[in-house]
C-alpha cells in the first residue's frame, strides 16, 4: 500500500491599482489609520452603488491571459451573501458561474523533477471584506473593524487538483508570484496579505490489488506564507494517513463533509474549525446595481497583443540569445522583471552574456542583499555597468580595475545615467586604469625590470615558473593599467631571447 | 391668483416677474402644510426656519440677476428614502431612524443646483415596501380627498403632499407602482421615467432592478418639468443611461398626430371596478375625439406579473436589506446574548412586519436548491414580459390602462390581506419589470369623490412621448 497526496490550490492576490473595485477609495495597506480610506459605497451606506473599476477588470483580464486561460466575452457580477461585521453590506460582490477566465494552465520548474503543468479551473475577480480586530468574548461589544481593506480588489486563482507534494505546490506559487510580478498585476506581499492561499487537501490509498481509495477533502485556510503552505500539506498528509489507518473513513462514506482546518503557524498544525455547514449557503444572486462587462474577441486580442514577456518566455530567449546555462538563466528571471530587465541592458550594452551574467548575480546581487534594496534603487544603472563591463570585453581595462570602478561608483550613490558614464572614464584616467596597449612603453620598463632581476630570470629558465609572478607585479607598479596577461607574455619572451 | 393651487408654470411666471418673492411663495406652502399636514400627515420632518432660508437665497441670487435654475423658487417635497447630506433618512423604519446620510442622493443634487426649496421629507411604506403609506413605521398618512381613505403607496406622503396643495412638486420612487398608483389615488400627476433615466444613486434600494425615481406634480406641465431636472446620465450609478435628455417642457403642448392608442384586454378583466373601467373607456373617447386610434393589444404573460414581480422584488429586497444589522450604523438591539443574536434581534426589532414578510420571502426563494425554481424562473418570465411589450410597441404608440383597480380603499382595509394589497400593483408593476415608462394622470372622479387615474405606458425612453399624450388629454379636460 502507498499513497499519493492530491492538492488543490486557491489564492487570493490583491491588485495594484490605484483605488479600489467598485469605488474611489484608495488602495493601500494601511492598519495603523483604520477606517480612512473609506467612503460611502465601501461603507454600504445606504442609497450608495458601486462602479466598477476598469484598471482592475484590465489587470485581471491580463492576469488571466497569462495563465492560458480562456477569457469569457460575457461576464457578470454576483453577490455572495453572509453576514460577518467586516462585511458592511452583508454581500461581497464576486463572479460566480460566469467568472471572466477559466480553463488555463500555468508551468512550474519542480527541483529535481523537471516541468510541472498545473491546471487553472478558472480566476474570477471579487472585493475583499474589511479586518476584524478580533474580540468575541463580549458578543461583539469590544470588537473593532477595520474598512480600508474593505472593497479592495482581489484576484482568485483556483487550481485543479494537480499538485501531488508540497515540493510541487512551492513550486507553483513560486512561479504564479514570479508571472505576476512580471505582469505587474500584484506586489504579492504576504506579510501584508496582497497574497493569501488555501489550500484542498487528501490522500489518494492505492493498494497492492491496484484499488484506489480518496481520503475526505479537508480545505486549509488563510495560509499566509509559501513555508506554511508546504507545512501544512506535509502535516495534513501524515495526519489523514493516520485517521484512515484509524478509522477507514473515506471521500463519499455518509456524513463525510469537506472539512474545513486553521493553520497555526507557531505550533507548525492545523486545527478543526466551526463547520461550515450553516454558512455554506451563500445565497448567490447577480448583482443588480452592476451591468455585465462584455468583450469582444478583438479586444481580448488587444490585451494579448499588449503583455509583457513572462517569465518561461524570458528563460528560453536569454539561455538562447546569451548563451546561458539553465541555472544562470533562472536566478537572473526568477529575481523578478526589474532584475531580469536590468540584466538584459547591461548585457546588451557590453556585448556579453556570460560577463553580464557572472557581474549581475554576483557583484550586483551582493550589494542588494548588503543594503536589502530591490534593483530599481540600486545606484549604478544598467547602462553604466553595461558601459564599463564592455571596457573589459574590449580589452580596455582589467576585470580587476573594472572592480575598483564598481566601488568608486558604489560610493558615490545615485547618479545620473550621463554622469555615470562620464565618471567612468574619469576614474579610469585618474587612477590610470586603461590597459596601456603602446608595448613600445611596456617594453622598456619590462627590459628594465628583466635587467635589475637576472637572477629571477635565471631561476625561471630553470625551470621554477612560480618565480615570474614577482616580477609581473613590478612591471604593473610602474604601469598601471598594463595587462598582466600581456606583460607575462612579454617577460617570457625576453627571458627566453 | 392665489398661490396655493396654482400651476408651477403660474408660479415661475409670479416668481419671474416679481408679483411674488420666492419667501412669500414658500410661506404660502408652509402655511398650507400647518393647515392640512395635521391631518393629512404627509411629512415625516419639516423645517419651516431651513425652508425660508433656502427661499431667501434664492430670492438674494435673483435680485442680484444671477442666472436661476429651471425650479427656480420651487418648493419640493422629497420621499424620504433619498439621502440629503446631514439631514435624517429613514426610509419610514426605526431601522434608519437616527441616520443621517454623509451625502446628497443624486436626485437632491439635482434639485439644489436647479435652486428648488427643499420643503420636506415625505412619508413613506417602510423601505418603499406596501401600497398604502400604512407600512410607515411613524404616521399613516391620509387622502387629502378623504381622510378615512389611503393615499396609496409607497409615495403616499409624496401624492398627497402634492394632492392637498402643500407643494407643488414632489419626489416618488417606483418599484412596482409607488408613484403612480398613490398619484391616481390623491388626483395628481405621477411618473416612473424608463429603468436608466434617473440615477439612483443615494436611493435607498428596495429592488435595484426595478426602483426608479420619478417626478409627482398638480399637472402634466410641471412633472415634465421635473423630470427634465432630476433625468440624465451619472456615472455613480451604473445602470443610469448615457443618452440626451430632451427638453420636455418645451415640446409638451404638441399633439401627437396620428397617435395609435393600445388597449390589452388582459387589463380590463375581472376584478376592475366598473367606475375604474367607465373612466379609462371615457378617457380613450376624449382621445380618439382627438383623432387618435384605438387598437386592441395582446399582453399574454401579464397574468404572471405579480407573481414574478413578488419573487424578484423580495428577493432583491433581502440581499439589499441584508446591510442592516446593527454593527455600522442605524438601530441596534438593547439586549443580545452573542454577535449572531445581535443580527437576529436587531432585525427582528428593528423592521417592520411586511419588510420582514419580504425578507423572508427572498431569502427563501435564493436558497440552495430553490434559485433556479423561482428567481431564476422570475427572469425568464420577466423577458416575457418585456418581449410582449415590444411587440406591442411595433403596432402602437402608446398604451392606455387603469392605474388601479379601483379607487383608493378605505385605511386598515386591507392591511391584514397582503395579497390583496399586492394586486393593487396589478396594472402598474410590468411597467417595471419590463423597464419602460408610465405615468399616471388624473381621468375622474368616483361616486363617492375619489379620484380616477388613467395609466399611459411607452416604449423605453420615449417619457417626451408619454408626456405629450398626457397632456393632450389633460389640456382637453381642461
Ligand atoms: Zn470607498
Known amino acids: 500500500m502507498h499513497h499519493t497526496i492530491v492538492i488543490g490550490l486557491e489564492t487570493h492576490v490583491q491588485l495594484l491599482t490605484k483605488s479600489k473595485l467598485f469605488c474611489g477609495c484608495v488602495n493601500r495597506f494601511n492598519p495603523e489609520n483604520p477606517n480612512t480610506q473609506t467612503c460611502p459605497v465601501c461603507l454600504g451606506l445606504p442609497g450608495s452603488l458601486p462602479v466598477m473599476n476598469r484598471e482592475a477588470f484590465l489587470l485581471s483580464v491580463k492576469t488571466g491571459l497569462a495563465l492560458n486561460c480562456d477569457i469569457s466575452q460575457f461576464t457578470k457580477w454576483d453577490r455572495k451573501q453572509y453576514y460577518y461585521p467586516d462585511l458592511p453590506k452583508a454581500y461581497q460582490i464576486s463572479q460566480y458561474d460566469l467568472p471572466f477566465s477559466h480553463d488555463g494552465f500555468l508551468e512550474a520548474e519542480v527541483e529535481g523533477q523537471g516541468v510541472k503543468r498545473v491546471g487553472i479551473i478558472r480566476a474570477h475577480l471579487e472585493e475583499d471584506a474589511g479586518k476584524n480586530m478580533h474580540d468575541e468574548t463580549g458578543g461583539g461589544r469590544d470588537s473593532h473593524v477595520d474598512l480600508n481593506r474593505c472593497g479592495t480588489p482581489l484576484l482568485e486563482i483556483v487550481t485543479e487538483p494537480d499538485l501531488r507534494s508540497a515540493a510541487e505546490a512551492k513550486a507553483y506559487l513560486d512561479e504564479l508570484k514570479l508571472l505576476l510580478n512580471y505582469l505587474g498585476v500584484s506586489d504579492c506581499n504576504m506579510q501584508e496579505g496582497s497574497l493569501r492561499c488555501d489550500a484542498n487537501i487528501n490522500l489518494h490509498i492505492h493498494g497492492d490489488d491496484g484499488s484506489k481509495i480518496a481520503t475526505p477533502i479537508v480545505e486549509v485556510k488563510n495560509l499566509n506564507s509559501f513555508r506554511g503552505v508546504e507545512q501544512a500539506i506535509d502535516y495534513e498528509a501524515n495526519r489523514q494517513l493516520e485517521i484512515y ?9 455518509p456524513g463525510v463533509h469537506k472539512e474545513t482546518r486553521g493553520w497555526d503557524a507557531n505550533r507548525s498544525v492545523t486545527f478543526g474549525q466551526r463547520s461550515k455547514e450553516e454558512a455554506s449557503d451563500y445565497r448567490y444572486l447577480p448583482d443588480p446595481d452592476l451591468v455585465p462587462i ?39 528571471v526568477n529575481q523578478g522583471a526589474e532584475f ?68 568608486e561608483l558604489l560610493e558615490s550613490e545615485a547618479i545620473e545615467p550621463t554622469a555615470a558614464l562620464a565618471q567612468i572614464d574619469q576614474i579610469i584616467e585618474e587612477r590610470g586604469l586603461a590597459i596601456v596597449s603602446d608595448t613600445g612603453e611596456l617594453e622598456g620598463v619590462v627590459e628594465t625590470v628583466l635587467a635589475g ?24 607598479r610602474e604601469v598601471k593599467g598594463a595587462d598582466a596577461k600581456v606583460v607575462r607574455q612579454m617577460l617570457i619572451e625576453k627571458i627566453g631571447k | 391668483m392665489s398661490i396655493v393651487g396654482s400651476t408651477t408654470e403660474e408660479l415661475l411666471g409670479q416668481l419671474a416677474s416679481g408679483d411674488v418673492s420666492c419667501v412669500e411663495l414658500t410661506s404660502a406652502y408652509l402655511d398650507q402644510i400647518a393647515a392640512r399636514d395635521p391631518e393629512v400627515q404627509a411629512f415625516l420632518r419639516y423645517d419651516r426656519d431651513d ?33 440629503t447630506k446631514g439631514q435624517p433618512t429613514t426610509c419610514a423604519s426605526r431601522m434608519l431612524e437616527d441616520f443621517v446620510p454623509p451625502y446628497d442622493a443624486h436626485v437632491v443634487t439635482r434639485l439644489k443646483e436647479a435652486d428648488a426649496v427643499l420643503m420636506g421629507r415625505a412619508n413613506l411604506d417602510e423601505f418603499a415596501m406596501g401600497s398604502s403609506t400604512e407600512n410607515s413605521a411613524f404616521q399613516v398618512t391620509r387622502n387629502p380627498h378623504n381622510a378615512e381613505f389611503a393615499p396609496g403607496g409607497s409615495s403616499g406622503g409624496s401624492a ?114 366598473p367606475e375604474v373601467e367607465s373612466t379609462v373607456r371615457s378617457a380613450l373617447d376624449v382621445y380618439t375625439s382627438l383623432g387618435a386610434t384605438v387598437k386592441e393589444i395582446s399582453l399574454p404573460h401579464s397574468r404572471y406579473a405579480v407573481a414574478t414581480y413578488y419573487v424578484v422584488a423580495p428577493c432583491e429586497a433581502s440581499s439589499n436589506l441584508a446591510r442592516y444589522d446593527g454593527v455600522h450604523y442605524g438601530f441596534r438591539a438593547e439586549s443580545f446574548e452573542n454577535m449572531i443574536d445581535m443580527y437576529a434581534t436587531t432585525r427582528g426589532e428593528g423592521f417592520g412586519d411586511e419588510v420582514k414578510r419580504r425578507i423572508m420571502v427572498g431569502t427563501y426563494a435564493l436558497s440552495a436548491g430553490y434559485y433556479d425554481a423561482y428567481y431564476l424562473k422570475a427572469l425568464k418570465v420577466r423577458r416575457l414580459i418585456r ?44 411597467a417595471n419589470l419590463a423597464g419602460i415608462p408610465g405615468i399616471s394622470i388624473p381621468a375622474g372622479t368616483s361616486s363617492g369623490g375619489l379620484p380616477i387615474g388613467l395609466q399611459l405606458l411607452a416604449p423605453a425612453f420615449e417619457e417626451e412621448r408619454l408626456l405629450r399624450a398626457a397632456r393632450m388629454f389633460e389640456q382637453e379636460s381642461e
Open chain 1, 245 to 253: 489507518e484509524e478509522t477507514g473513513r473515506k471521500l463519499g462514506d
Open chain 1, 294 to 332: 462584455t468583450l469582444t474577441a478583438d479586444e481580448i486580442d488587444e490585451i494579448r497583443q499588449a503583455l509583457c514577456e513572462f517569465p518561461a518566455d524570458r528563460r528560453r530567449r536569454f539561455s538562447e540569445a546569451f548563451e546561458l546555462s539553465a541555472y544562470d538563466v533562472s536566478v537572473i
Open chain 1, 340 to 407: 531580469a530587465n536590468y540584466f538584459e541592458t547591461v548585457a546588451a550594452e557590453c556585448g556579453d552574456g556570460k560577463q553580464a551574467a557572472n557581474w549581475c548575480t554576483q557583484d550586483v546581487q551582493r550589494e542588494l542583499n548588503e543594503r536589502s534594496v530591490a534593483i530599481g534603487e540600486f545606484p549604478i544603472g544598467a547602462v553604466a555597468l553595461g558601459t564599463l563591463l564592455a571596457k573589459v570585453v574590449a580589452n580596455e581595462i582589467t576585470t580587476k580595475s573594472a572592480r575598483e570602478v564598481f566601488a
Open chain 1, 453 to 476: 632581476n637576472q637572477k629571477i630570470a635565471d631561476d625561471f629558465r630553470s625551470g621554477k615558473q612560480g618565480a615570474i609572478g614577482p616580477l609581473i607585479g613590478q612591471v604593473m
Open chain 2, 51 to 83: 425652508a425660508l432660508r433656502q427661499a431667501e437665497r434664492i430670492d438674494a441670487k435673483r435680485q442680484s440677476g444671477q442666472p436661476l435654475g429651471k425650479l427656480a423658487g420651487l418648493p419640493v417635497a422629497v420621499k424620504d428614502n433619498m439621502c
Open chain 2, 160 to 273: 398627497a403632499a402634492v394632492g392637498a396643495g402643500m407643494t407643488p412638486l414632489a419626489l416618488g420612487s417606483d418599484t412596482g407602482g409607488s408613484i403612480r398608483q398613490p398619484a391616481s389615488f390623491c388626483g395628481v400627476v405621477g411618473m416612473k421615467p424608463t429603468y436608466g433615466r434617473v440615477s439612483r444613486y443615494g436611493l435607498v434600494a428596495f429592488a435595484s432592478s426595478l426602483d426608479q425615481i420619478g417626478p409627482l406634480a398638480g399637472d402634466v406641465t410641471g412633472t415634465a418639468r421635473l423630470l427634465e431636472v432630476i433625468a440624465g446620465h451619472d456615472a455613480r450609478d451604473s445602470t443610469c443611461v448615457d443618452l440626451p435628455v430632451p427638453e420636455y417642457t418645451q415640446s409638451l403642448n404638441e399633439p401627437l398626430s396620428g397617435l395609435t392608442i393600445g388597449i390589452a384586454a388582459e387589463h380590463f378583466a375581472e376584478g376592475l371596478d
Open chain 2, 387 to 430: 418581449e410582449d411589450f415590444d411587440r406591442a410597441f411595433a403596432d402602437v404608440d402608446v398604451i392606455a390602462s387603469p392605474v388601479t383597480p379601483t379607487p383608493a380603499f378605505k385605511i386598515g382595509s386591507l392591511v391584514d390581506d397582503p395579497l390583496a394589497m399586492y394586486l393593487q400593483d396589478l396594472y402598474t408593476l410590468s
